[in-house]
């Protein structure tokens, strides 16, 4: 079931502590891009499917990553990417992006996206351990 726009965003501004929607939309778009490049074949199609259709491009047509991010070098990307950010302002907007994405994934499709991502992805997920 894809999630609607509005509420991911709103769910995105709630988790993130925004104070506009555009803010929240620009941490999802640059998180979802540097992501789409960490995730492959059905999966990321599967994730896509759940995403709100802008969103979903956006994870299907990724920044490219030359390998395979560690948590923290994501999360600096992240900064990199987003203008004014620091990478604990990055932290955050990457957890209150992941997290949204973990539901409307469900927990079995975030277990198989985590399987496919260096370990210590779990926490940007909002999860403890992986899943």
Same mark, same amino acid.
């Given at each position: 079931? =894809?999630?609607?726009?509005?509420? %991911?965003? #709103? ?5 993130? $502590?925004?104070? =506009?929607?555009? #803010?929240?939309?620009? @941490?999802?778009?640059?998180?979802? @891009?540097?992501?789409?490049? &960490?995730?492959?074949?059905? *999966?990321?199609?599967?994730?896509? @499917?759940?995403?709100?259709?802008? +969103? @979903?491009? *956006?994870? +299907? ?12 070098? %994501?999360?600096? /990307?992240? /900064?990199?990417? *987003?203008?004014?950010? =620091?990478?604990? =302002?990055? $932290? ?8 949204? $994405? /973990? ?9 198989? *996206?985590?399987?496919? +991502? ?6 940007? %997920?909002? &999860?403890?351990?992986?899943?």
């Amino acid at each position: 079931m =894809t999630m609607r726009r509005e509420a %991911f965003l #709103e769910q995105v501004k709630e988790r993130g $502590a925004y104070e =506009t929607t555009e #803010e929240a939309e620009r @941490a999802a778009r640059t998180v979802l @891009a540097l992501l789409g490049a &960490h995730l492959v074949g059905e *999966i990321r199609a599967d994730l896509a @499917a759940r995403l709100p259709e802008d +969103l @979903a491009l *956006i994870l +299907l047509n990724p920044l490219q990553a030359r390998e395979p991010l560690s948590p923290e070098r %994501f999360v600096r /990307a992240t /900064a990199a990417w *987003i203008e004014g950010a =620091t990478e604990q =302002t990055a $932290a955050w907007d990457v957890g209150a992006v992941l997290s949204v $994405a /973990a539901d409307a994934a469900g927990e079995e499709l975030t277990r198989r *996206i985590l399987l496919q +991502l260096p370990v210590g992805y779990d926490l940007l %997920f909002g &999860h403890s351990q992986r899943v």
